[in-house]
């Protein structure tokens, strides 16, 4: 891999008693990197009889051009509605198909068994991108009930093994019914970057402004040129309650995530593409009590962001997740209010 000294690159890091918080902002990207992998996973009952045609021969096409997706390349697709259904389809295989919407209910289950054949082949790194649309309420009780567990379930298993950008579209064809909130948010557990989000269209909505909605989704998240940060030992961490790490994955804007075992001897490069960049540290100001809400504002965003789908999830391991995360910071909060009381 080449490696080359850039000093656009930066990485602040910020003093607190348990080590370092590190701030790291990405403002631009060199693309060129495709081999992640995309999965659609789409409601293919009755109530999408006059939408599905517009999403799969029109958006989804759209958006694989914005994304610059090679046209060859296929992509994972899972159909859900009486039954599931998984294909390969490449952007012409969109264009071209004709298939119906012809379900009676959405039967959801049956989609992580295909997930987990996708994600769980031997060695796997890929990293994907997930976008799941429905636009009805999954009306089995059993079924409803099932699926945010096996989603947790499935999330667990294949948590930290590679990245996965989950997005989730809430897709409104009709005034007497609503898209099912919570079989949406089940998915949007197996995301590790950044933030996963519920993003409301309207099946009025133009296919391109639709299409030009759900590609932000995705833009930033550095699978473009395979943004990663490195260090020259275990000494990184996405959050404070994950484990040590060597490298981490990191997205295009501003990277909050915490260092330590940190000492002069500590280096750190971005990998872009095949390239390695070594990255300038800076000391920053020490985290105190006046200063963390405003270093850390965007990491908050992020948090908070994942503890609202983790309360609509609302199974017995996302109260679990829930209660970890809140622990932490209050232990962090509490720790600077004593080094505080010191001063």
């Excluded at 909605?213 to 275990?234: H, P, Q, S, T, V």
Aim: glycine share 4%.
């Amino acid at each position: 891999m080449e490696i080359e000294n850039e000093n656009d690159y930066t990485i602040t890091l910020h003093p607190y008693k348990g080590g370092y918080i590190a701030e790291a902002n990405i403002e631009k990207s060199q693309s060129g990197f495709n081999d992640y992998e995309l999965v659609f996973i789409v409601d293919r009952s009755g109530s999408m009889c006059d939408s599905y045609p517009i999403l799969i021969n029109k958006i989804i096409p759209y958006l694989l051009d914005k994304l610059k997706f090679p046209e060859n390349k296929k992509t994972h697709f899972i159909t859900f509605e009486d039954y599931v259904d998984y294909r390969m389809f490449t952007k012409n295989d969109f264009l071209n198909c004709k298939e119906p919407a012809p379900g009676a209910i959405e039967k959801m289950t049956d989609v992580f068994p295909k997930l987990r054949q996708i994600f769980i082949p031997k060695n796997q790194k890929t990293p994907f991108r997930i976008l799941t649309l429905s636009d009805g309420e999954i009306v089995v009780a059993e079924e409803r009930k099932q699926v945010p567990i096996l989603a947790s379930e499935l999330s667990t298993e294949i948590r930290g093994k590679f990245r996965i950008n989950s997005q989730a579209i809430r897709y409104f064809t009709s005034t007497y019914a609503n898209p099912d909130t919570l079989a949406l948010a089940s998915v949007l557990q197996l995301n590790t970057i950044k933030e996963a989000t519920l993003l409301d269209i309207q099946c009025s909505e133009s296919f391109e402004s639709a299409g030009d909605r759900i590609y932000e989704l995705f833009k930033n998240d550095g699978f473009d040129c395979n943004l990663m940060l490195k260090a020259n030992k275990e000494c990184i961490k996405s959050n404070p309650w994950n484990e040590l790490k060597e490298e981490i994955p990191l997205f295009i804007g501003k990277n909050i995530f915490w260092i330590d075992n940190y000492d002069d001897k500590t280096e750190f490069s971005i990998k872009m593409n095949e390239k390695e960049i070594k990255m300038k540290v800076i000391k920053g100001e020490e985290i105190n009590m006046g200063n963390y809400g405003i270093i850390l504002a965007s990491k908050i965003s992020e948090i908070i962001n994942k503890l609202k789908i983790l309360k609509i999830v609302d199974s017995q391991k996302a109260k679990e997740e829930i209660e970890s995360i809140i622990n932490n910071f209050k232990k962090f909060e509490e720790s600077l209010e004593k080094n505080k009381k010191k001063i």
